[in-house]
């Protein structure tokens, strides 16, 4: 567990207890309003979770890798960017890995493009995104997501 | 019909279920591969997303409307921005986590900048990541690209709000004046029926309000009411 993920249990805690001295009712009333929230996502964050083992399966980051390594510049950013689309890898996998990339004499602009999507747009959650904030936030914060990312590519090519 | 929704509803569950039935049929050693590979997206499920929502509940109770506005709404301008880089930042888990939290903001009164704002460097910006990324692609690799996406989403934010209306996110909708149950949103909890039995009854598994009797509205229990509502699905328009 991280310090922040620590952080952040801790300060609910402090906040849970705070809130049970100051009312109780309302605290459990929070506690139910939780409840029903997890409830009610639980199922999305499990299709996610699933489709994201399914996925890295089919397509193991080291093949997505090797892949982006011998092509074109502009071929290996578009097609990192999209790998970086439908796969979501934890940071300490997927650092490392382009670490790798990068020292083995692979173009920084794929690597970044790579990187950005991977965290900022998820084809895998757009299903529970669309459920929480509609289509239309969806559709424009991913699309822009995705543009932007291979933007900060290109210039961080043009910057290294 | 009810059937055709509850499929269109979990479309994606059904796909994913579908592709690991395949899986275990074509390939039974990549489908237990898979459901591996999940292990360890479970664990970091587990270990973040009862914090969030019970820290998102506490939250919305406590924190009044007034203030999420002031600091996260139209009006706070750079202020509103800098608060949501740092909301955003000092989060963890992976970006789904900060759905709920967003969601709940928004209803407060965030604007829709400042919540692309948090839902982007909830995934990008995180501390413990730049710290990976210092040590495996070099710190000047990590200021560069920090600084980029930092300025990346200042910019993406401002087109979306440009694009994006309020009134474009789910439950936005004005009703008829008086309560009125967003059936879409509503998944059935039953906090409204126990808490305010005299207006509320479950129709089928969604809430409903009560149409056979009009009765005096309490506004007290009513309020409370719709601000205990896990997914906000209750609203009151006045006449």
Redesign the interface.
């Known amino acids: 567990?991280?310090?922040?993920?620590l952080?952040?249990?801790v300060?609910?805690l402090v906040?849970?207890g705070v809130?049970f001295a100051r009312d109780k009712v309302?605290?459990k009333?929070?506690?139910?309003?939780?409840?029903?929230?997890?409830?009610?996502?639980v199922?999305?964050?499990?299709?996610?979770?699933?489709?994201?083992?399914?996925i890295?399966?089919?397509l193991p980051p080291t093949e997505i890798a090797s892949f982006v390594g011998n092509r074109s510049v502009l071929l290996a950013t578009i097609a990192a960017a999209l790998f970086g689309t439908v796969t979501?890898v934890?940071?300490?996998i997927a650092?490392?890995l382009?670490?790798t990339l990068?020292n083995a004499g692979v173009s920084?602009v794929p690597a970044?493009a790579f990187?950005?999507t991977l965290?900022?747009v998820?084809a895998v959650?757009i299903?529970?995104?669309k459920?929480?904030?509609?289509l239309?936030?969806t559709v424009?914060?991913n699309s822009?997501?995705f543009?932007?990312?291979i933007?900060?590519a290109l210039?961080?090519g043009v910057?290294? | 019909m009810t059937i055709l929704k509850k499929i269109k509803e979990n479309l994606f569950l059904l796909i994913v279920v579908l592709g690991y039935v395949i899986m275990f049929l074509a390939r039974p050693a990549m489908g237990i591969e898979s459901v591996k590979n999940s292990g360890y997206y479970i664990k970091e499920m587990l270990m973040i997303m009862p914090a969030i929502f019970v820290l998102t509940a506490l939250l919305d109770m406590w924190v009044p409307k007034e203030k999420i506005m002031h600091y996260l709404g139209k009006d706070a301008k750079a202020k509103g921005v800098f608060l949501s880089f740092v909301v955003g930042s000092i989060s963890a888990g992976p970006i789904y986590a900060a759905f709920p939290m967003c969601v709940m903001l928004h209803k407060k009164g965030a604007s829709i900048r400042n919540i692309v704002i948090i839902l982007s460097s909830w995934a990008v910006i995180k501390v413990p990541m730049l710290i990976n990324e210092a040590k495996f692609l070099g710190p000047k690799f990590m200021v560069i690209r920090w600084g980029l996406t930092i300025t990346a989403i200042v910019i993406f934010s401002w087109i979306s709000a440009k694009i994006i209306k309020d009134e474009d996110l789910p439950g936005e909708a004005l009703a008829q004046p008086g309560p009125h149950v967003n059936r879409d949103a509503c998944m059935g909890c039953t906090l409204c029926v126990k808490n305010y039995p005299a207006l509320f009854e479950m129709q089928g598994k969604k809430a409903a309000i009560k149409t056979q009797e009009q009765i005096i509205l309490n506004m007290e229990i009513l309020q409370n009411t719709i601000e205990a509502c896990p997914v906000h699905a209750i609203e009151y328009h006045e006449e």
């Open positions: 567990m991280d310090i922040f993920t952080a952040i249990w300060g609910t906040f849970l809130s309302k605290t009333q929070a506690l139910k309003m939780a409840f029903g929230m997890g409830k009610g996502m199922a999305n964050i499990l299709s996610i979770i699933f489709a994201i083992g399914l890295l399966t089919i979501l934890p940071a300490f650092f490392p382009v670490g990068v920084v970044v990187l950005t965290t900022m998820g959650t299903p529970l995104e459920k929480e904030f509609g239309k936030f424009i914060r822009l997501s543009l932007f990312a933007v900060i210039v961080m910057m290294i």
